[in-house]
């Protein structure tokens, strides 16, 4: 797989609609979760793209400090469903921490983890804090790597 690592204004109209659709059909669709993905945040977002075969199959966006938490900050953590046999999971997280190290090197990093990929987070150094909590009826922990 192939990573990039782009601004909102540096993606193509075709990578965007990639990424868009792979957002929506896991989160929307195989998760069922009827909820506004589009939510004019990715502009400020740093979005690493991960592609096999010219189609996107691997996401997430990073924020800077205080953009939407106050620490460092990924989301919309994605891999393709026929895809997710091949550790691209793991492969798409750590270019997105290369990415903060590179770019914000010594600064916390927190996500809002989907509570039954606790595991998968802990094993990238995330420690979870505070208690579960839906968002848009899926539970979740907030989780911290330092």
Same mark, same amino acid.
Not at 82 to 93: A, E, P, S, T, V
Not at 113 to 141: C, M, V, W
């Given at each position: 797989?192939?990573?990039? *690592?782009?601004?909102?204004? =540096?993606?193509?109209? &075709?990578?965007? /609609? !990639?990424?868009?659709?792979?957002?929506?059909?896991?989160?929307?669709?195989?998760?069922?979760?009827?909820?506004?993905? *589009?939510? +004019?945040?990715? !502009? @400020?977002?740093?979005?690493?793209?991960?592609?096999?075969?010219? =189609?996107?199959?691997? /996401?997430?966006?990073?924020? &800077?400090?205080?953009?939407?938490?106050? +620490?460092?900050?990924?989301?919309?953590?994605?891999?393709? @469903? +026929?895809? #997710?046999?091949?550790?691209?999971? &793991?492969?798409?997280?750590?270019?997105?921490?290369?990415?903060?190290? !590179?770019?914000?090197?010594? &600064?916390?990093?927190?996500?809002?983890? !989907?509570?039954?990929?606790?595991?998968? /987070?802990?094993?990238?150094?995330? +420690?979870?804090?505070?208690?579960?909590?839906?968002?848009?009826?899926?539970?979740? #922990?907030?989780?911290?790597? =330092?």
């Amino acid at each position: 797989m192939e990573v990039l *690592v782009k601004t909102f204004e =540096e993606l193509s109209t &075709k990578e965007l /609609y !990639q990424i868009l659709r792979l957002r929506s059909e896991v989160f929307v669709v195989e998760q069922d979760c009827v909820y506004q993905d *589009v939510d +004019n945040k990715d !502009q @400020k977002a740093l979005h690493v793209i991960g592609i096999k075969n010219d =189609e996107v199959v691997a /996401y997430t966006r990073i924020f &800077k400090p205080g953009d939407y938490f106050d +620490n460092v900050s990924i989301g919309r953590v994605v891999v393709s @469903k +026929n895809q #997710r046999k091949y550790g691209l999971g &793991k492969q798409i997280m750590q270019a997105s921490l290369a990415a903060i190290y !590179q770019r914000f090197p010594h &600064k916390a990093i927190e996500i809002s983890a !989907q509570s039954y990929l606790l595991k998968f /987070y802990t094993e990238l150094g995330f +420690n979870a804090f505070g208690e579960e909590y839906l968002e848009d009826g899926i539970p979740h #922990r907030r989780m911290l790597k =330092e």
